[in-house]
């Protein structure tokens, strides 16, 4: 039975994710602990690691972009994403464990307010580059709560029900 991570970038350049997740080290600790199957959406990435096929009795591969990644998403058993919300919300919608990898080498680290409230909440862990080892080692994702989407619904009916307006049959 096949148990992938899933590694996505979105369409960021975040080549220190790529190269931190493509250590030996971190191969040592997903096998560990399971996995045997790497997927890599690398995005803007000038690193390409797409050269190591098969490492350690670990299947890799690589991609820049698909028009979705719904279905990588889905058939995961792990994601780690950066902490763009448009990925970390479809992995949590899709019932995904979520380790945030936050780029701290932007400027305005919107990024890290995300995913510490994701994580306040018990729906992902996260770190930065240098942390990442060491988080995967000690992580338990089973722990993690799952995401309860807002309904957006509720308040759109509010705000009409107070602006006097009604639902037309």
């Known amino acids: 039975m096949s148990k992938t991570v899933f590694v996505t970038v979105g369409t960021t ?5 790529i190269q931190s997740i493509t250590k ?3 191969y040592k600790i997903l ?8 997927l890599i959406q690398i995005g803007r990435c000038a690193f ?7 490492v350690r009795g670990f299947t890799v591969e690589c991609y820049r ?8 998403i889905s058939d995961a058993s792990l994601v780690i994403s950066h902490a763009g919300a448009g990925s970390c919300l479809e992995s949590l919608t899709a019932n995904k ?3 945030v990898v936050v780029n701290d080498e932007l400027m305005d680290n919107h ?3 995300l995913a510490r409230q994701l994580k306040k909440d ?3 862990e996260y770190c930065d580059c240098s942390s990442l080892e060491e988080t995967l080692k000690t992580c338990d994702f089973s722990r993690l709560k799952p995401y309860i989407p807002g309904k957006p619904q509720l308040f759109a009916d509010y705000l009409d029900n107070l602006m006097g307006y009604t639902k037309q049959s």
């Open 24 to 26: 030996d080290s971190i």
């Open 97 to 99: 464990p979520l380790l």
């Open 111 to 113: 990024q890290l307010e």
């Open 48 to 54: 390409d690691p797409s050269t190591d096929c098969s």
């Open 13 to 17: 350049e975040f080549d220190s994710l």
């Open 31 to 38: 096998k560990f602990k399971g996995y045997n199957k790497l």
């Open 122 to 124: 018990g729906n992902i």
């Open 65 to 72: 972009y698909k028009p979705s990644i719904a279905d990588d």
